[in-house]
T-cell receptor, first 116, second 113 residues
Framework: DGGITQSPKYLFRKEGQNVTLSCEQN?????MYWYRQDPGQGLRLIYY???????QKGDIAEGYSVSREKKESFPLTVTSAQKNPTAFYLC???????????????FGEGSWLTVV | GQQLNQSPQSMFIQEGEDVSMNCTSS?????WLWYKQDPGEGPVLLIA?????ELTSNGRLTAQFGITRKDSFLNISASIPSDVGIYFC?????????????FGKGTRLHILP
């Protein structure tokens, strides 16, 4: 099946630990994104990547890091510097990496991260 | 930064009623997208609009790209229990080289028993 796969669905982090959320897409999309969603809230952009080996900070990048070594993969690391990491994390992708009209973004099923 | 104003923030309706929600902005957009999110799941694309004035339907859902390119609405006819969820609008700005798509804060739809 074509789509965006996030794993794990549920993740628990101890204080001071780094954790990595996986995102893989087989849609051959150029652009990939990570969003954070807090309960009852909208989506906030953490990082995005338009092309392999390149990525930009979104609105709330502090305490997070990403890599884009392969077109289909865009893992997100939540570092110990992120003081309030408990949230629902959504990975997304879209076809165009160069702007323009007609860009449509598709989402994975999300990952819940809880600090224990 | 640019913002999308989505309203209403929440709605409580009876099953069978029609629903209308909208998004507005002071900026012009060249793409409008509407999503539905069920609890604990990722948003699912409902309708994509790429042209000013475009009116598109998907079953009981209808969405329009406003003529001014600054707004869009989503209508749901004859609501059913599975329509419950959060509906998000999203828009892409013209000449937006970084492909960053802006999201509204969502409309939470409740259906009263």
């Amino acid at each position: 099946d074509g789509g965006i796969t996030q794993s794990p669905k549920y993740l628990f982090r101890k204080e001071g630990q780094n954790v990595t959320l996986s995102c893989e897409q087989n849609l051959n999309h150029d652009a990939m994104y990570w969003y954070r969603q807090d309960p009852g809230q909208g989506l906030r952009l953490i990082y995005y990547s338009q092309i392999v080996n390149d990525f930009q900070k979104g609105d709330i990048a502090e305490g997070y890091s990403v890599s884009r070594e392969k077109k289909e993969s865009f893992p997100l690391t939540v570092t110990s510097a992120q003081k309030n990491p408990t949230a629902f994390y959504l990975c997304a992708s879209s076809i165009s990496g160069q702007g323009g009209s007609g860009n449509t973004i598709y989402f994975g099923e999300g990952s819940w991260l809880t600090v224990v | 930064g640019q913002q999308l104003n989505q309203s209403p923030q929440s709605m409580f309706i009876q099953e069978g009623e029609d629903v209308s929600m909208n998004c507005t902005s002071s900026s012009i957009f060249n793409t409008w997208l509407w999503y539905k999110q069920d609890p604990g799941e990722g948003p699912v694309l409902l309708i994509a609009l790429y042209k000013a004035g475009e009116l598109t339907s998907n079953g009981r859902l209808t969405a329009q790209f406003g003529i001014t390119r600054k707004d869009s609405f989503l209508n749901i006819s004859a609501s059913i229990p599975s329509d419950v969820g959060i509906y998000f609008c999203a828009g892409q700005l013209p000449g937006n080289r970084d492909d960053k798509i802006i999201f509204g804060k969502g409309t939470r739809l409740h259906i009263l028993p």
